[in-house]
């Protein structure tokens, strides 16, 4: 079992692609292009985590799926394209382990969210640092990332980039200087308020901030 879930870097992509966006549905093309994998090798973990019950899948119906573009047209003209790499994958939320998984794929975020603080103490001193969003599995806090530092954009545009093939997603990242922080926290300005009161992991707190009470999930 161990073997099937840590068998390889190409299978830990897999796996964090899968449980940390459980309701989307990847074929076999998009998923080596945005991993930055080899086709021949994610069919291989495809077919094996399919086989074991981590994964399901389906053939796309003509309502699902928009006009093809790019890979997908030629896939899709391809006479030599096999109708497994047409087919769409989804993590198998009825499996058995389902829960333990991506809880342990979340929790593995922290690591990389600490390297990224190594990382950043390199360019400036952040005064506030925490993950949301994504890394705590609610894709409807509208950031993943939210820095209270003096530094510029540009220079932490590799680190996210680091932080993106970490987790195997794309990040939705707010930084603000101390003074915004403070004025946009003054005015009650709704987008702050939202993402104070979600679910987050504190990775800097230098000014012991105090955070208002986490708001429940509907």
Not at 27 to 37: E, F, G, H, P, V
Not at 107 to 131: D, Y
Request: with cysteine; charged share 25%.
């Amino acid at each position: 079992m161990l073997d099937v879930f840590f068998g390889s870097k190409a299978r830990v992509k897999l796996l964090k692609l899968f449980f940390l966006n459980p309701d989307e549905s990847y074929y076999l093309r998009q998923i080596a292009r945005d991993l930055d994998l080899q086709v021949n090798s994610v069919r291989r973990e495809l077919k094996s985590l399919e086989s074991f019950g981590v994964l399901t899948s389906d053939s796309p119906s003509p309502t699902k799926v928009s006009a093809p573009t790019g890979d997908e047209s030629d896939e899709a003209a391809s006479p030599r394209s096999s109708s497994r790499d047409k087919r769409y994958y989804r993590a198998n939320k009825n499996f058995i382990l389902f829960p333990e998984i991506r809880s342990f794929i979340l929790k593995s975020q922290i690591l990389a969210g600490q390297r990224f603080v190594t990382e950043l103490r390199e360019v400036c001193e952040p005064e506030l640092l925490f993950l949301t969003g994504i890394f705590v599995g609610d894709p409807l806090i509208p950031t993943d990332l939210i820095l209270v530092a003096d530094v510029k954009n540009g220079q932490i545009l590799k680190m996210i980039k680091n932080l993106e093939q970490d987790i195997a997603r794309e990040i939705n990242y707010t930084i603000m200087t101390s003074q915004e922080f403070s004025y946009r926290r003054e005015i009650a300005d709704v987008f702050l308020h939202k993402i104070l009161v979600a679910e987050k992991i504190v990775l800097v707190n230098s000014a012991n901030f105090i955070f208002p009470q986490i708001k429940d999930r509907p």
